[in-house]
T-cell receptor, first 115, second 109 residues
Framework: KAGVTQTPRYLIKTRGQQVTLSCSPI?????VSWYQQTPGQGLQFLFE???????NKGNFPGRFSGRQFSNSRSEMNVSTLELGDSALYLC??????????????FGPGTRLTVL | AQRVTQPEKLLSVFKGAPVELKCNYS??????LFWYVQYSRQRLQLLLR?????SIKGFTADLNKGETSFHLKKPFAQEEDSAMYYC???????????WGAGTKLIIKP
């Protein structure tokens, strides 16, 4: 089974621009979660999508948004980029159904640098 | 507030020595606790979860609700254990992971 893939792997943008990151989950997985990883703040939860609906959201400003398509692929968008948005953005997929937590499988991440 | 604390940013032990990576959590309900590991140039991956009560790669972790801890232990460290270790919790009826800051484990030969 192919793992979680994220594109692009590296991205350089300038302040004020916007960016879209993509995540393709493992086949059959319906939940996709996004995390931001920085040296200062560590891993922080952004949001989680299940069956095209945002199910959970972390404490990030509205500049951070996402969506999920019918094939479970997900995109994350950051508008009006700030220097502090420079980070590794991780995507994780899981089966997502039921009332208990399912193991999340992580992608390699997208390294975003904002200049 | 829900919080996971890993007090050690870096832990360095000799090969063959016991290892204990500390994790304390703050949550009033019944969380699920996990340890994730990230080896050099590899993806973050699940090491173990408390409900499984299993040993993975020689590591075990016991949930102590009284002390709100979930320390990761291994009796004899191996060089291949060198990695970044993250403790995480999922609050009940929720699906997001709340992460600790991580501990970098270095096993010296």
């Amino acid at each position: 089974k192919a793992g979680v893939t994220q594109t692009p792997r590296y991205l350089i943008k300038t302040r004020g621009q916007q960016v879209t990151l993509s995540c393709s989950p493992i086949s059959g997985h319906r939940s996709v979660s996004w995390y931001q990883q920085t040296p200062g703040q560590g891993l922080q939860f952004l949001f989680e999508y299940f069956s095209e609906t945002q199910r959970n959201k972390g404490n990030f400003p509205g500049r951070f948004s996402g969506r999920q398509f019918s094939n479970s692929r997900s995109e994350m968008n950051v508008s009006t980029l700030e220097l502090g948005d420079s980070a590794l953005y991780l995507c994780a997929s899981s089966l997502g159904g039921g009332s208990t937590y399912n193991e999340q499988f992580f992608g390699p991440g997208t390294r975003l640098t904002v200049l | 507030a829900q919080r996971v604390t890993q007090p050690e940013k870096l832990l360095s032990v000799f090969k063959g020595a016991p290892v204990e990576l500390k994790c304390n959590y703050s949550y009033s309900g019944s969380p699920e606790l996990f340890w994730y590991v990230q080896y050099s140039r590899q993806r973050l991956q699940l090491l173990l979860r408390h409900i499984s009560r299993e040993s993975i790669k020689g590591f075990t972790a016991d949930l102590n609700k009284g002390e709100t801890s979930f320390h990761l232990k291994k009796p004899f460290a191996q060089e291949e254990d060198s990695a970044m270790y993250y403790c995480a919790l999922v609050p009940d009826s929720n699906y997001q992971l709340i992460w600790g800051a991580g501990t970098k484990l270095i096993i010296k030969p």
